[in-house]
Structure formats: structure tokens, C-alpha cells
């Protein structure tokens, strides 16, 4: 018997957890429209996913990172930064998604909104 609760138990865990990922994934469902860039806390640039670009970003200190949008998706493609951790980010593409690269200062920001 207490095999069985056990079970039950851990079904009902599961089923939770996919009903909690099922309505984050339709709640953040927004069309996004574009990528903000900002470094030190200022907007630079404000990119449109539609539109396939390279854009040169000029980081803190003289850093530098390549960000890449093709296909609806944006992604830093290269960095001057050490760690290169904002490269291994991967592809963003829903509004509220970012890459961060600390050394540069740099945040791409998915936003579902047009100014």
C-alpha cells in the first residue's frame, strides 16, 4: 500500500510541474519585435527580429560583442570579453529573454513591443 501512495504521490509532482511549465509557456507567448541593447544601464540600439543584421556593439572599456539576428532570433555570435559566457547564451527570441555579457556591460533584451 504505501508503494502505491508513493506512486500517486509522484504522479500528481509531475503533473503539477507540467501544468506549471504548459501556462509559463502560454503566459509568455507575446509576439516579440525586437532586441534592445544597452550598455552600462543605456539603450544603444533597438533591432527588429524581422529583419536579418549584424550589429557591432561597443562594449565598456572598449570591448566589443557581435550580435547576430536572423530568422526572428538574436545571439552574440562573438565577444572581446575573457569568459566568452554571452556567446554560449545560445538564441533568444521571446520577449523577457537576455544575454548578458558582464565584462562589456552589455544586455540584449527581447522585447514583444514596438516603441
Request: hydrophobic letters at 45%; proline letters at 3%; one cysteine or more.
Amino acid at each position: 500500500m504505501p508503494a502505491r501512495r508513493s506512486f500517486y504521490l509522484i504522479a500528481a509532482i509531475l503533473l503539477a510541474a507540467a501544468l506549471l511549465y504548459a501556462a509559463g509557456l502560454l503566459t509568455n507567448r507575446s509576439a516579440a519585435a525586437y532586441v534592445t541593447v544597452s550598455v552600462d544601464g543605456n539603450e544603444i540600439a533597438r533591432l527588429d527580429l524581422n529583419e536579418n543584421t549584424e550589429y557591432l556593439i561597443p562594449g565598456y572599456a572598449g570591448g566589443t560583442n557581435r550580435l547576430i539576428v536572423r530568422d526572428g532570433q538574436a545571439w552574440v555570435e562573438d565577444a572581446s570579453c575573457p569568459d566568452k559566457l554571452c556567446v554560449h547564451q545560445g538564441k533568444i527570441h521571446r520577449a523577457g529573454e537576455m544575454i548578458i555579457c558582464l565584462p562589456n556591460r552589455v544586455v540584449a533584451e527581447v522585447s514583444g513591443q514596438s516603441r
